[in-house]
């Protein structure tokens, strides 16, 4: 990928291209790292729980990150009526 330009703003802000965030599935409320070394920044994502949670349970709970989030608030849920 080629660099790309983007610019700070007065209170510390960037924005990433549209299109970096789509390739990257940065949606909100993703978690990035920051790293520093020398004079070079790097972002990397970090996986939600629930995110890794998926892959862990072979798909017992759900394949994905919005199933497993369902299954747990269920399982919540029966455990409060209980």
């Excluded at 949606?27 to 920051?34: E, S, V």
């Excluded at 729980?49 to 998926?54: A, E, I, M, N, R």
């Amino acid at each position: 990928m080629k660099p790309e330009s983007v610019t700070v703003s007065k209170r510390g802000y960037i924005v990433l291209p549209a299109h970096i965030r789509k390739e990257m599935n940065i949606k909100p409320g993703t978690k990035i790292l920051i790293h520093t070394e020398k004079n070079r920044i790097t972002l990397e994502t970090v996986p939600s729980f629930t995110q890794k949670l998926s892959g862990l349970t072979q798909k017992t709970m759900g394949d994905t990150p919005e199933k497993v989030d369902l299954f747990l608030d269920k399982e919540r849920k029966e455990r409060v009526n209980d």
